[in-house]
């Protein structure tokens, strides 16, 4: 029998029981939209946490101290763990042991309050580099300027604050020259950031800079670090550079086996695979459980094809009196199940990436953050294909009940 | 040589252990070109047996010859093609799909042979010529009167130029003048285009039209005769 008749017969019976086949194919559509919906903001999400990250620059490199975390124990671990020292850092400026640095500013955390007259708050507290921090995430003091080089070494009490900290301990009023004070410790504001917003690792808003060495000797007490960023010329050479830190690090904490190193490195590179794996087994998961809705809706239509199938049985039987072979009626009762788990498909297609569009620009408001979309041609081609192939799964058994009829039995149906 | 051929076929319904023997074997022959009526009461096996005539329905026991060869020796999918290229079947009940046009349903069994599609519309027109329903082509069957639907059916029983048309109670749900009509046209296919025509019918006056007349009760062959005082089209129109 040819295609095109196929397809029309198959039209001519959806469209008898339009409200029946419309209940029916909802399944389908409401499965592929979810589908698309999650896909779309899975890729959505993971551009925006790629480019934030590609906005601390691919030539950026941190060190941890403590063994790479693999639990959530490990992470814990981490902020007590006091292995990479002054030392280190000193070893790790010398060109000689790693010619690709050109900077390296050591952080550490401090937790605390910051206060000024009667106001109180209780920001991000980093004892780190500010001129690095600023050069790191591209961001240019909304008033004074960065301490430099020499406030460290001299463990001056100097601090960088963000725009809400300001707002919230001064109003309206200028921070910069004002004493703050923080761990009963009097510092004196050089600079306020402008509003930026969360960044990938922290609320640029709610930070404060400090010195690290004047944190580390004055606030914490310690001679460690919690953390240890650099940069190098060329994101290039960042392999090279990993090897070089290894070895140096290794070298000076007498570590013959990799196994038990006391630090690791990150490099922008190996956060975005983490990411990106998270991220594909979050998507995969939440399609998994998607799919249950399309195995269900899939159901859904094999339940009305098998009615279908019973209402035409007098139908199938002149079929077959005409001289329709048993194949004819299995595909025109298949091209049916198809026709309508396909349409489904493309409604939902166009509902997903509709809401997908609309998820955009809700998470923008939010956010604050371009969000790109993009047409998920993937998961598009996904759903058409799943949509299809549940038609094709679900139709076969009410089709094949169909075609085994015999021509005067089904002729004979009441 | 006989197109039919039929040697002690028996049909018998099972339902559960049950039996209900229908035919209790039948015997006879058909030539090609014969005018031939099944009568008999209702529940007497003659609907049955022109249901295995057709190869709608299997019989359970004996031999039924078509053209020179056994029904056993017959797949599923020849069956379906004798049906659709050798036999025109038309059914008391019409069996027309009722949202169709009068041109698609005459078309359905072209859909289901080799005829090239671009010949479809002009054969399906044709056969609509032959039973008078041109003015009705593009009527849904929904809207025909009862002797339009059965011209219809026999529009379709027609396109794919079968050697047999077997009719079941034609003109059963017609009123007298659409069944004289129906008669006229199945009397005329029978003379002038010289296709075989098997009809089952309770009446005595449509039997009337036919050559002979086999007569079925209690699903055996009660009489088979030869018409003489036979009442063809022209009598009917004195």
């Known amino acids: ?414 | 040589m006989a197109i039919i051929e039929a040697r002690g076929i028996t049909k018998t319904y099972l339902d559960g252990d049950i039996e209900t023997p229908v035919l209790k074997g039948v015997s006879f022959s058909i030539n090609p070109g014969e005018f031939l009526a099944i009568m008999g009461p209702s529940g007497s096996g003659k609907s049955t047996l022109l249901h295995i005539l057709g190869f709608l329905d299997r019989h359970t026991s004996g031999a039924y010859f078509f053209d020179g060869a056994s029904a056993d020796s017959y797949s599923e999918d020849e069956l379906a093609n004798i049906r659709n290229t050798r036999i025109g079947f038309v059914f008391q009940s019409f069996n027309l799909l009722p949202r169709a046009s009068v041109l698609e349903n005459v078309r359905l069994p072209l859909l289901y042979s080799d005829v090239p599609e671009a010949d479809w519309d002009g054969r399906a027109r044709a056969a609509i010529e032959a039973v008078g329903l041109t003015h009705r082509t593009d009527y849904e069957a929904s809207r025909l009167s009862g002797g339009e639907k059965q011209r219809a059916a026999i529009a379709r029983a027609l396109v794919n130029h079968p050697d047999i048309i077997f009719a079941d109670e034609p003109t059963g749900n017609l009123d007298s003048a659409s069944g004289k009509a129906v008669m006229e046209i199945l009397e005329n296919l029978n003379r002038e285009h010289g296709h075989t025509v098997i009809l089952i019918t309770h009446e005595t006056d449509t039997a009337a039209h036919a050559e002979r007349i086999i007569h079925v009760r209690d699903g055996m062959i009660e009489r088979d005769e030869i018409v003489t005082d036979r009442l063809t089209a022209e009598t009917f129109t004195k």
Do not use: C
Not at chain 1, 4 to 26: D, K, P
Not at chain 1, 125 to 151: C, Q, S, V
Not at chain 1, 369 to 376: I, L
């Open chain 1, 1 to 414: 029998m040819r295609i095109t008749y196929t397809a029309r017969t198959a039209l001519r019976g959806l469209r008898s029981n339009m409200t029946r086949s419309l209940l029916t194919v909802l399944g389908i559509v409401i499965g592929i939209t979810a589908i698309i919906l999650i896909v779309s903001i899975g890729q959505g999400t993971e551009r925006l946490i790629i480019g934030e990250i590609q906005g601390m620059g691919a030539n950026t490199i941190i060190i941890r101290p403590g063994k790479e975390p693999t639990g959530p124990t490990d992470a814990a671990d981490m902020l007590f763990a006091d292995s990479l020292k002054t030392g280190d850092v000193e070893a790790l400026r010398r060109k000689e042991n790693v010619p690709d640095i050109v900077t390296i500013a050591p952080a550490v955390m401090v937790s605390g309050n910051v206060s000024y007259g009667g106001e109180t708050y209780r920001p991000t507290i980093f004892g780190w580099d500010a001129e690095f921090m600023g050069k790191m995430m591209n961001i240019t003091p909304r008033e004074g300027e960065y301490f430099d080089e020499l406030d460290i070494r001299s463990k001056a009490s100097v601090a960088v604050i963000g725009s809400k900290v300001e707002d919230e301990l001064f109003g309206n009023d200028s921070a910069v020259g004002k004493t703050i004070r923080i761990k009963n410790h009097a510092f004196r504001v050089v600079a306020v950031l402008p509003s930026h917003g969360q960044s990938t690792l922290f609320n640029v808003d709610e930070v404060v800079v400090i010195p690290y060495t004047t944190a580390q000797t004055y606030l914490l007490g310690i001679n460690y670090f919690n953390e240890v960023m650099l940069q190098i010329e060329d994101a290039e050479d960042a392999d090279a550079a990993v090897v070089d830190i290894e070895r140096t690090l290794r070298e000076r904490h007498n570590i013959t086996d990799p196994e038990k190193d006391d630090f690791w490195v990150v490099t922008q590179e190996g956060i975005i695979d983490q990411i990106a794996t998270i991220l594909s087994v979050l998507t995969l998961f939440l399609s998994s459980v998607v799919a249950i809705s399309l195995v269900v809706g899939g159901i859904g239509v094999m339940n009305i094809m098998l009615v279908s199938v019973t209402e035409r049985t007098r139908e199938i039987g002149l079929r077959k009196a005409l001289g329709a072979r048993n194949r004819d009626i299995l595909l025109q009762f298949l091209t049916e199940a198809v026709l309508l788990t396909g349409a489904g498909g493309v409604v939902g297609i166009t509902l997903g990436i509709l809401f997908s569009i609309l998820a955009g620009t809700i998470i923008t408001q939010v956010l604050g953050r371009p969000w790109g979309f993009e047409f998920p041609y993937s998961a598009a081609l996904l759903g058409l294909g799943v949509s299809a192939a549940v038609g094709l799964v679900f139709g076969i058994y009410p089709a094949r009940k169909a075609s085994k009829k015999s021509p005067i039995e089904a002729l004979r149906y009441e």
